[in-house]
């Protein structure tokens, strides 16, 4: 077919589009073969018209003007093969069936090039990003079970029959294993927020120390912290993703970007975006994508006696802030990998994450009611490593909290709270 009217133009954009490859499903013929020793490259890419050049041409049938035809929209790249195949056909390979081939390919091109287009994308790699440590002062001295009419799976039921307490704050959870309750509340208190749940007669307190030693109980334990956190951060607006085990911002509006309030260091209140559309740099063109503010927390035994918490800063990419990316174009691999975040921007969510979650105070309180875990809200200049980048040597500088009184309060109520009368506890057990 003639190709005498197509503009350059027009061709270099259909090439751009094709990546180099035949539009045909599955066909991964180059259409440009790299030079050899002996010859330049070879171009063996062929035009094919959708809507044809000529009435009496292979799909011509279709009312199209002039100009429009030779535009790059009614262009397809195909190898010679499929070239002369889909004119040979013209019934099976109908303008509809050519449009769908153009644009599938062409989308598959541009998702490729989604996975790796340059430093302002999240890059992908095997790199693995440290956490920060933050240590954890105190953790609930002990562990409550009692015998619990449900079973293992039926969490609602339990739900529905829980006392809340008043403050809104207090972490009401539990883990239902082999007909028992565990929780941190101590379920000898009649006024109890598992009071119509357990049997109060036959309450037993587990010291931590010794359920630290007993990998099932130490299980149970960590499960009841993780649970605490989970609340703990969907009371900060956050929401848990299962599968790569973080906490992330979602929008509270489809396809609209969110910000949060939170005191940074010894500093009045701020704002940042915690779901945004980044933007081109050169352009101030929207990208198609959404980033999401997310944190990977998890608790680490790192000695008889010493906790800590790791944050991870991460971002959950998403279509439109709602659908994930890693679902739709990246798949399964992107499991293993990281966003790669600049050091600087890593350092920075660090400091957000620790100024969010503790609300600008120098620690964060999980508070269990009778009993709480308080974890030091401080960094200390060894805990953060990053991939380093050549040349870029901007130096963190950690500022320390302030106590005040405030904040001096809440540590004495979170710390006294905790303190179970080990002698009462022991007294309830003997009745039994
Ligand atoms: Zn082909």
């Not at 070239?83 to 598959?108: C, G, I, W, Y």
């Not at 036959?202 to 009841?224: C, F, G, I, M, S």
């Not at 309060?409 to 179970?420: C, E, R, T």
Request: hydrophobic share 35%; with cysteine; proline share 5%.
């Amino acid at each position: 077919m003639s190709q005498s009217h197509i503009k350059t133009k027009e061709v270099k954009t259909l090439f751009a589009h094709s990546g180099n490859q035949c539009a045909y499903p599955k066909c991964k013929q180059r259409l440009v073969e790299p030079a050899t020793k002996h010859d330049g490259a070879a171009v063996i890419g062929k035009i094919a018209h959708i809507i044809a050049d000529s009435h009496d041409g292979p799909r011509g049938r279709v009312a199209i003007s002039d100009d429009d035809k030779n535009l790059h929209p009614n262009l397809v790249l195909l190898c010679g093969n499929h070239h002369d195949l889909v004119d040979a056909q013209p019934n099976t390979f109908s303008v509809q069936v050519l449009r769908q081939m153009k644009a599938d390919h062409e989308l598959n091109v541009q998702r490729a090039l989604f996975a790796d287009d340059g430093p302002e994308k999240p890059t992908l790699t095997n790199e693995v990003i440290h956490s920060s440590l933050l240590p954890i002062t105190h953790l609930p001295d002990a562990m409550f079970s009692a015998p619990c009419k449900f079973s293992d799976q039926e969490y609602d039921h339990v739900f529905d029959r829980i006392v809340y307490p008043d403050n809104r704050d207090e972490l009401v959870r539990f883990v239902l294993r082999e007909g028992k309750l565990f929780t941190f509340h101590n379920l000898n208190n009649p006024q109890g927020p598992f009071s119509k749940v357990v049997d109060r007669k036959q309450v037993q307190p587990l010291e931590a120390l010794k359920v630290w030693d007993d990998p099932e109980l130490r299980r149970r334990y960590v499960t009841l912290l993780n649970r605490g956190l989970n609340r703990f951060t969907s009371l900060l607006g956050m929401r848990f993703d299962r599968d790569h085990y973080r906490y992330y911002f979602e929008a509270k509006e489809k396809e609209k970007p969110r910000k949060v309030s939170y005191r940074p260091l010894n500093a009045k209140r701020t704002s940042r975006d915690v779901v945004w559309q980044p933007k081109k740099r050169a352009t101030n063109e929207a990208r198609n994508y959404w980033f999401h503010l997310a944190v990977g927390l998890k608790f680490h035994q790192m000695d008889a006696d010493q906790w800590v918490l790791s944050l991870r800063p991460e971002r959950r990419i998403t279509t439109d802030t709602v659908t994930s990316i890693e679902s739709t174009i990246i798949g399964s691999r992107v499991t293993r990998r990281k966003a790669r975040m600049w050091n600087d921007i890593y350092l920075s969510e660090i400091n957000f994450w620790r100024d969010y979650l503790s609300g600008g105070t120098p620690r964060i309180v999980l508070n269990f009611g009778d009993q709480s875990a308080v974890i030091e809200a401080t960094l200390t200049a060894f805990d953060v490593e990053w991939p380093g980048i050549p040349g870029d040597d901007k130096s963190f500088k950690n500022q320390t909290y302030e106590e005040d009184l405030f904040t001096q309060l809440d540590f004495d109520n979170a710390v006294s709270g905790s303190s179970i009368d080990w002698d009462e506890c022991d007294d309830n057990t003997e009745e039994n």
